[in-house]
């Protein structure tokens, strides 16, 4: 290490109050020394201060420094601490929403940003030396993943790259990738907290210590055996199972039977409802005061549900809990007032801001993806200051935002994931418990899980112990990202910069598994051959003849039922009630009500026919779509049970039939005329093969089928070995081939339509182009635009029961309608590339982004919707964002003037203010 290298680190080391760890001063030096670096640490163990380093350098050495995060949030932050420390003349913020000083010296962006800019090939690159990547783990995000990669492989190899990571059990893998695409590159890990983390089981009143000994989280380095459980929490468990079990034999009303318990997820960290156990559970307000009363405060306190993070600042607030001193609570009021100073009376009264700064000036908040950033802007800055005591969170509050405490609480150790209750993994226990510990304030930090019925304390101490978990790549070519490589690169460059993603050198990695596999088929299918013999003829010949029809009568049913499905899911969403329709049993009928129910929320529709049969009718109900011949007045006050009600209804519907005389719907499925002709001359050919006339067909058939499977087997195995060096490059053939068959290539250049979608960032960004280019939004109003726009972007929460939401107006409704048959034109074409298919549109934001465009209040906006106001201004965001990506991509015209149109009125109010915020 060179005298420079050791004064930069001195004069760097100062500027902190406390001494840098081994592993920051080894991550430091390896950057001084011109090398890349990746950083693998736990949550709150100052990993950051190596990504600082950076900046330091880039300052030192006249170089720019980007600083990426992967929200925006996280962006906030650290341009306010980086300002702080360097003034706001060398300091700039990118967010795609908010653009400060961006040519500024360092800047601070989202990843998205930056992998823009290096698609765009932006001047703003000039003189770059180093890029920090801040939670570089989330390159494994399903949605957004990718985008870590796309930058790490389209940065100049001039720049050096700062990747800080959460640990990961597979590091050493990642940083030889790193190595390999980005040539020296250094991987420094820490396992030790700076500060330690005791661990804690609240039952009822009682705080227990979780082990017997010293935690493993509170230790130097982790012992070699497991650490004890504490017995007097073994007690706990046993002597409640006791319970169950006495009380279980008591007799129970008529039946005599004991209450039945319920449980969630494994059932290992408790989840039983028994009404014997209620003295074992612990309030909320109860937790607060017992956190008060021990000195753990500040604390955040992980509620896996918004509605329940929400409660919680209710139920401890009406317990006239406060946990702030005047002072305390008047800069909470402050910070408060500050930060909402752009708001309108009538917008914070919709938003319940007195109740909120009530709470928050007694000390209590919630924070979650739910609300308005400005009030999570607001709970981040009180808690910072220490005067906020107790924060009410979901777990995305565990992704990056730097707001340590001294404690952190989980509630339960069940989590809903979309579909069931499951156990929270020893990953993410590590993530949301790590931010207990506050470096250079706390000397411990505490880790506290309340009791639940039915909790084994060894289960959770397994939780509690060092975990990591793999960093698996979720890499895949996408349109946008096709024809900005093509643009860039061209074909074969583009094809050989896929090749050196993390996901493709990962599944390098998988082939000498695959290896072994494909040695033992293919002995297994020499023996099966020997098996399959006639004495008429070739069997083999006549059995992949027969496997032939059964693929494509397979293929051709399942085709035809999904587009039968989907026609009819569609065709219920636009029903209407008073709309006459005809059932092939019921004959006609007229629609009542509409709505969605289920998980996935499917529609349904309610419908009365002639002889007063009333049914509620699903996709799965139906053999074809439902097509409204006419439609007669449902009365507002009409009731089912009033029979003069029904029968003036049906009277109506007769009169209406009888005056039109409606052909009858044709319900039959799609034909698919192509794939039917091939079968038939498949089946002539069968039949005249000799061994068709063999009277042990069927026995050779058997056999023959099994030989087709081990062939399948080999073949799958063999593709994977052979095509281990270009996996990805193979779907990107598939995207090119879609992209060229809609006229988006022209061989391997750009067309006005690919030149277009370069500037489409989207999920369905093929969906969109292809929409302009048909016109489907041509001639919109501002607020019509927007509800369409909104069916790209929105993704609704599962709802039971829900009304079936529906566009505004006639014209946005038609224009939807041509864009989902864009979305299933392109769907088949993907099909048939062997592509996955886009999600489905989703018109649940559509009315709320009409009605925001249209100019109204926020309190009618979100009383009609039912949205949260977080929810609300996201999803409002997106599709501004969207609106101004068309407006870029399309170049003059009206359809560019109509997407600033719909961003300046969506731009207003509490989205405004919002964009300030966040």
């Known amino acids: 290490m060179t005298d420079h290298v050791i004064d930069q680190l001195s004069e760097f080391g100062a500027l902190y109050p406390y001494q840098l760890d081994d592993y920051q001063l080894d991550g430091c030096r390896e950057l001084a020394e011109g090398r890349g670096v990746l950083v693998a640490a736990p949550t709150g163990a100052g990993k950051t201060v190596v990504g600082e380093f950076a900046v330091f350098l880039a300052v030192q050495n006249s170089r720019k420094c980007f600083y990426t995060t992967p929200i925006k949030a996280l962006s906030n932050q650290k341009y306010h601490d980086l300002v702080e420390r360097y003034g706001p003349e060398r300091v700039g913020l990118l967010t795609g929403d908010t653009s400060v000083n961006s040519e500024a010296q360092i800047v601070v962006m989202t990843t998205e940003v930056l992998r823009n800019m290096i698609y765009a090939g932006s001047p703003t690159l000039a003189n770059l030396g180093y890029v920090v990547m801040d939670e570089v783990h989330y390159l494994a995000d399903r949605f957004r993943g990718a985008v870590w990669e796309e930058v790490i492989l389209g940065l100049a190899e001039s720049v050096q790259i700062v990747a800080l990571s959460a640990t990961v059990s597979n590091v050493e893998d990642f940083g030889e990738w790193l190595r390999t695409v980005r040539g020296e590159f250094s991987v420094v890990v820490s396992e030790r907290r700076p500060v330690p983390l005791f661990q804690h089981v609240l039952v009822g009143r009682t705080m227990y210590d979780l082990f017997e000994g010293v935690a493993p989280t509170a230790q130097e380095l982790p012992e070699a055996r497991a650490a004890k459980v504490n017995r007097e929490l073994l007690r706990v468990s046993k002597g409640e199972a006791s319970k169950v079990r006495d009380d279980a034999r008591r007799p129970r009303g008529r039946s005599g039977r004991g209450k039945r318990e319920v449980t969630q997820g494994s059932g290992r960290y408790g989840g039983a409802s028994h009404e014997r156990f209620r003295t074992f559970r612990t309030s909320r307000s109860e937790v607060?005061?017992?956190?008060?009363?021990?000195?753990?405060?500040?604390?955040?306190?992980?509620?896996?549900?918004?509605?329940?993070?929400?409660?919680?600042?209710?139920?401890?607030?009406?317990?006239?809990?406060?946990?702030?001193?005047?002072?305390?609570?008047?800069?909470?009021?402050?910070?408060?007032?500050?930060?909402?100073?752009?708001?309108?009376?009538?917008?914070?009264?919709?938003?319940?801001?007195?109740?909120?700064?009530?709470?928050?000036?007694?000390?209590?908040?919630?924070?979650?993806?739910?609300?308005?950033?400005?009030?999570?802007?607001?709970?981040?800055?009180?808690?910072?200051?220490?005067?906020?005591?107790?924060?009410?969170?979901?777990?995305?509050?565990?992704?990056?935002?730097?707001?340590?405490?001294?404690?952190?609480?989980?509630?339960?150790?069940?989590?809903?994931?979309?579909?069931?209750?499951?156990?929270?993994?020893?990953?993410e226990y590590t993530q949301l418990t790590g931010r207990a510990g506050r470096r250079g304030i706390d000397v411990e930090g505490h880790a506290v899980v309340l009791w639940q019925s039915g909790m084994d304390?060894?289960?959770?101490?397994?939780?509690?112990?060092?975990?990591?978990?793999?960093?698996?790549?979720?890499?895949?070519?996408?349109?946008?990202?096709?024809?900005?490589?093509?643009?860039?690169?061209?074909?074969?460059?583009?094809?050989?910069?896929?090749?050196?993603?993390?996901a493709q050198f990962q599944t390098d990695k998988s082939v000498v598994q695959a290896t072994r596999t494909t040695r033992s088929t293919q002995a297994d299918l020499a023996v099966a051959r020997e098996a399959v013999e006639c004495h008429l003829g070739d069997f083999m010949s006549y059995a992949r003849l027969r496997d032939e029809v059964s693929r494509l009568e397979a293929a051709?049913?399942?085709?035809?039922?999904?587009?039968?499905?989907?026609?009819?899911?569609?065709?219920?969403?636009?029903?209407?009630?008073?709309?006459?329709?005809?059932?092939?049993?019921?004959?006609?009928?007229?629609?009542?009500?509409?709505?969605?129910?289920?998980?996935?929320?499917?529609?349904?529709?309610?419908?009365?026919?002639?002889?007063?049969?009333?049914?509620?009718?699903?996709?799965?109900?139906?053999?074809?779509?439902?097509?409204?011949?006419?439609?007669?007045?449902?009365?507002?006050?009409?009731?089912?049970?009033?029979?003069?009600?029904?029968?003036?209804?049906?009277?109506?519907?007769?009169?209406?039939?009888?005056?039109?005389d409606p052909e009858l719907p044709d319900t039959a499925p799609p034909s698919d005329d192509d794939v039917q002709a091939q079968i038939r001359e498949l089946r002539a050919e069968l039949r005249a093969h000799p061994c068709h006339a063999c009277p042990d067909r069927e026995v050779h058939a058997v056999e023959a089928a099994r030989v087709i499977r081990l062939e399948r087997e080999a073949a799958r195995m063999e593709a994977q070995i052979s095509g281990r060096a270009n996996s990805l490059a193979m779907q990107f053939e598939r995207v090119l081939a879609v992209l060229d068959e809609l006229g988006y290539l022209d061989g391997d250049s750009l067309t006005e339509a690919g030149r277009m979608l370069r500037r489409i960032y989207n999920e369905l960004d093929l969906v969109a182009a292809e929409c302009v280019r048909r016109d489907v939004f041509a001639g919109l109003t501002p607020p019509q635009l927007a509800a369409v726009l909104s069916t790209l972007v929105y993704e609704s929460r599962p709802t039971r029961d829900a009304v079936l939401p529906r566009m505004p107006d006639a014209p946005s409704e038609q224009a939807q309608s041509a864009l989902r048959e864009v979305w299933r034109e392109v769907g088949r074409l993907e099909r048939k590339h062997k592509r996955d298919r886009g999600r489905e549109p989703d018109i649940g934001f559509a009315e709320a982004a009409w009605r925001w465009s249209s100019g109204q209040d926020l309190a009618k906006v979100l009383d009609t919707t039912g949205l949260s106001a977080g929810d609300f201004v996201r999803w409002v965001r997106q599709v501004v964002d969207l609106a101004g990506q068309l407006a870029t991509a399309v170049g003059p015209g009206d359809l560019r003037r109509t997407c600033h149109a719909v961003a300046d009125s969506m731009r207003r109010g509490v989205v405004a203010a919002d964009m300030t915020e966040d």
């Open 556 to 660: 051709s049913s399942k085709a035809r039922r999904a587009e039968q499905a989907q026609a009819v899911g569609h065709s219920l969403t636009t029903l209407m009630p008073g709309d006459i329709v005809h059932l092939p049993r019921q004959g006609w009928s007229v629609v009542l009500r509409v709505g969605q129910s289920g998980r996935h929320a499917e529609p349904w529709a309610q419908v009365i026919s002639g002889d007063h049969t009333v049914l509620k009718l699903h996709p799965h109900d139906l053999r074809g779509p439902m097509a409204p011949v006419g439609r007669v007045r449902v009365p507002r006050n009409f009731s089912l049970r009033d029979r003069g009600d029904r029968r003036s209804l049906l009277s109506a519907m007769s009169a209406k039939v009888a005056a039109t």
């Open 457 to 502: 304390p060894r289960a959770v101490a397994g939780l509690a112990s060092r975990r990591t978990y793999p960093l698996r790549s979720s890499f895949a070519p996408t349109y946008n990202m096709a024809v900005n490589l093509m643009a860039t690169l061209g074909r074969e460059r583009a094809s050989d910069l896929l090749n050196q993603s993390f």
């Open 288 to 427: 607060a005061i017992a956190l008060d009363r021990a000195q753990l405060l500040p604390a955040i306190y992980f509620i896996f549900s918004r509605v329940g993070c929400d409660a919680a600042v209710g139920q401890v607030l009406d317990a006239g809990i406060t946990l702030t001193n005047r002072a305390e609570a008047a800069l909470l009021g402050d910070i408060a007032d500050k930060h909402v100073q752009g708001l309108s009376w009538a917008d914070l009264d919709a938003l319940g801001y007195d109740r909120f700064r009530a709470a928050l000036k007694a000390g209590v908040a919630a924070h979650h993806a739910g609300q308005l950033p400005a009030f999570k802007a607001i709970v981040e800055e009180g808690f910072a200051t220490g005067a906020l005591k107790l924060v009410f969170a979901t777990e995305t509050l565990a992704l990056g935002i730097n707001m340590p405490a001294r404690t952190v609480v989980i509630e339960k150790l069940v989590k809903y994931n979309g579909e069931s209750h499951v156990d929270i993994t020893p990953g």
